[in-house]
């Protein structure tokens, strides 16, 4: 069966549109009331692990403001958490690792699992949210980054600066890259499955690769997305997403991904020459500015657009939609980008 | 009397030197045993408002280690304290505001205090300062961006997003840029009269302008800071550093500003070609690989001098120095400097 609405593979595949697609990151999130009612009821972690709920969440966006592509609810800790690195979510803190990783054999005890087993219930989710979506828009899978992986193995929590991570790496290096690849080797399994359940692309989040420096990212972050991407891209689009990564824009648009995700400190101009001009873009709007009044946010859609060009793009936020984010101001966003082949020049 | 070591200031000028000058964000800081020592006995505020105290704990790192340059040793809130906007330092959390600045009401009681009052202290420690350095290294005096300022205004304490301060600006921009204006003015005649006290030079540290896109961060920071560097420049050289805010490094270039300082995610080419290739730069060393071991220090000390060339360079970190840094680990930074010139090719 074909899928209704295609517009977003075909920004994918760099062809000419009527407009550019849009979705927003976390656009299955806390600003939504429907979502606040299902978080009351369950908690972090069986939200994620009962398939059921997972989809559910995954299409209340949809329902309410039709984006051009869902994406399945999940958490990129889901990986340390089937590597046998536990994971809890707690109020107010966000995501605790009660063994955090820190030496050499706490890394060997960390496990490269068969993905199907430990993380049976997202392939299930893909399968119902599949059935909900009734081929309406295109499913997205992903994964984190290894090193943004990384960072909250070692770090054991969120951090400004994850210097922790960073000692791990600069005074263990050897045990830092072990650890590398065991997330990548997972994730690479973890996200060919996901196409084999149904997602129609897989976009990789690194939201902490540009904390570091850009030797040390090549060396503790890009090479081992290279490598997820290698093996993706045989089987779906890859999107490959670096927050405050702008220095590494040119090696990541000759990676072989289908797209680039590229946060609000990139003007389009810049954005386009530090990738070579020819690559998919996918952003920027700054969250933040969704707290501006819906008229203004019209506006500034209708100038990002016109900016970045209405092909190769994909309209969305330069990272998650925030949890105070009025409704209508949601919806402003995404009417913008439907509204812009009829705006009035 | 002339400065026995006048490098830093000759680097200012543009002036060829045989190797650059160095000196470390927050050098006089926790990772030094003196300093925990005083920290222990006094408070932040009485650390910061006795002269005598934050005059010996301006010089303490120049006895050890023999950086090419002191800073005065202060906080950038004593700027919003004097502004009648209370400012605390609470064990774990750092800032807090108690009142913080939300409305037009909030910023027309912030005041424009008459700063030899209410500031005294800080040109009392300034000539303490010059006294116990006896000529022999420049002294930097240092203020925020106005819109640093703001976010703790606003947000009332630290935050990963300052998502409270960009909404305060988003939604309501005539009382967010009333009380930047506010900010500026009392920042002005603070440098001027650390000036008149006898710093030799000024450092405004935007540490959140990277938070905001390019055309907010000309609205909301940048126009605030060439301000300051106006008012400032017929007074003492300015350096200006924005953290995270490479894509305005033109715009910083052409601003009158002495220098630039830079973050560590810039390589050595991208900054010259941001910055025009003309002005002196200042940085970028990662703080977190000062955790490297010293022989990786000193290595990448040399790449890095290598790399942006020893003239118009002035070696710093890319953002202050961690905590928890070895001492040995901090002078081979310092020291890998001073060794450049006579190093083995």
Redesign the interface.
């Known amino acids: 069966m074909a899928l209704k609405n295609d517009l977003f593979l075909r920004a994918l595949q760099g062809q000419s549109v009527d407009r550019p697609p849009v979705w927003m990151m976390r656009q299955a999130g806390r600003y939504l009331p429907e979502f606040r009612a299902l978080r009351d009821q369950y908690d972090f972690f069986t939200r994620c692990q009962t398939p059921e709920i997972a989809a559910e969440i995954t299409v209340q966006p949809i329902r309410r403001f039709h984006m051009d592509a869902a994406i399945l609810f999940s958490d990129i800790l889901v990986i340390p958490q089937a590597m046998n690195i536990p994971v809890e979510m707690r109020p107010g803190l966000g995501p605790y690792l009660p063994q955090p990783v820190r030496t050499a054999s706490d890394v060997e005890r960390a496990e490269v699992p068969d993905v199907h087993q430990a993380l049976s219930y997202v392939f299930e989710a893909i399968k119902i949210t599949k059935q909900k979506l009734d081929e309406e828009v295109p499913l997205i899978g992903f994964a984190g980054a290894p090193w943004t992986i990384l960072c909250y193995c070692v770090q054991g929590q969120?951090s400004?600066?994850f210097?922790m991570a960073?000692?791990f790496c600069?005074?263990q290096p050897e045990a830092a890259h072990a650890l590398l690849q065991k997330i990548t080797d997972t994730t690479i399994a973890y996200l060919k499955a996901k196409v084999s359940a149904g997602v129609d692309a897989v976009q990789i989040f690194d939201s902490w690769g540009?904390m570091?420096?850009?030797?040390?990212y090549q060396e503790f972050s890009w090479q081992y997305i290279q490598q997820i991407i290698d093996a993706l891209k045989p089987h779906a689009p890859v999107i490959a997403f670096g927050k405050?990564c702008?220095?590494a824009l040119k090696e990541m648009s000759q990676s072989g991904a289908s797209a680039l995700g590229i946060d609000?400190?990139?003007?389009a101009m810049?954005a386009r020459y530090l990738s070579g001009g020819r690559i998919t873009l996918q952003g920027n709007f700054?969250p933040?500015?969704l707290?501006?009044?819906p008229a203004t946010i019209t506006k500034m859609v209708y100038e990002m657009i016109d900016a970045f060009g209405k092909d190769r793009y994909i309209v969305n936020l330069g990272h998650g939609i925030?949890p105070?984010i009025p409704l209508e101001n949601a919806q402003a966003f995404i009417e913008a980008v439907k509204s812009y082949p009829d705006r009035n020049l």
Chains 1, 2 share one sequence.
């Open positions: 969120g400004k600066t210097d960073k000692e600069f005074t540009g570091l420096s850009p030797v040390d405050g702008w220095f609000w400190t990139l003007s810049n700054d933040a500015r707290l501006s009044p925030l105070n």
